[in-house]
């Protein structure tokens, strides 16, 4: 019989959500982060999470071994759009689920999310390249197999690059002004002047 772990699960997932809240003030997008991952605590995620809590990787991952996928991922990514699995559709041209280019919010959670997320599970470990080298770690087969918009890639992949090159403090004033239009990636700047 598995073995449960609820206090333990619930101290990792509001912990991690703290940190989320906290990056997102940080990033501009407040109010936003108050909201995130709030599907965490309904049992269809909560009760799988304290089933396969491990404290040092998704328990997603847990489930996915005994199973080969993971109703709670799937709980989850429906309804929370700052997971760039939540945007895609059927292409009607194409026939085939497609997916959507990310609003800027969301992909400013997403990058919020992700240095939450090295920092929760690293602990000690964590370095600011950190969140890139896990992006980089499924890079092409996200692309390849068409699960992420090519400009919702390249817009995280420059934030992760930031972070990892400048530190939190520069990356956040940089996305601090690119979610209030007043700083642009660089291939924007450039397609607005050419």
């Known amino acids: 019989m598995a073995r449960y772990h609820f206090i333990k ?8 959500r703290h940190q989320v809240i906290c990056h997102c003030f940080k990033a501009g997008i407040g109010f936003q982060g108050l909201f995130h991952d709030l599907s965490k605590y309904m049992p269809a995620e909560f009760i799988v999470g304290a089933k396969y809590y491990q404290g040092n990787r998704s328990p997603n991952e847990g489930e996915r071994e005994d199973y080969g996928y993971s109703k709670a991922w799937m709980h989850h990514k429906g309804r929370n ?13 194409t026939k085939k689920l497609s997916p959507i280019q990310m609003p800027k919010c ?4 997403m990058f919020c999310d992700r ?6 599970y690293k602990g000690d470990a964590y370095s600011k390249e950190g969140p890139l080298e896990y992006f980089n770690g499924g890079k092409q087969r996200r692309l390849k197999n068409h699960m ?12 992760l690059k930031m972070l990892a090159v400048r530190g939190e403090e520069k990356t956040f004033a940089f996305v601090r002004a ?3 239009n007043r700083a642009a990636m660089p291939w924007e700047r450039k397609e607005s002047t050419g």
Not at 106 to 109: A, H, K, L, T
Not at 115 to 120: D, L, P, Q, R, T
């Open 81 to 93: 759009r700052h997971h760039f699995e939540y945007w895609s559709d059927y292409n009607p041209k």
């Open 106 to 109: 969301y992909v400013i959670e």
């Open 115 to 120: 240095i939450a997320a090295e920092k929760i």
């Open 178 to 180: 690119w979610a209030r």
């Open 9 to 16: 699960h619930f101290k990792t997932i509001t912990k991690h």
């Open 148 to 159: 992420i918009h090519p400009e919702t890639s390249r817009q995280l992949e420059y934030l």
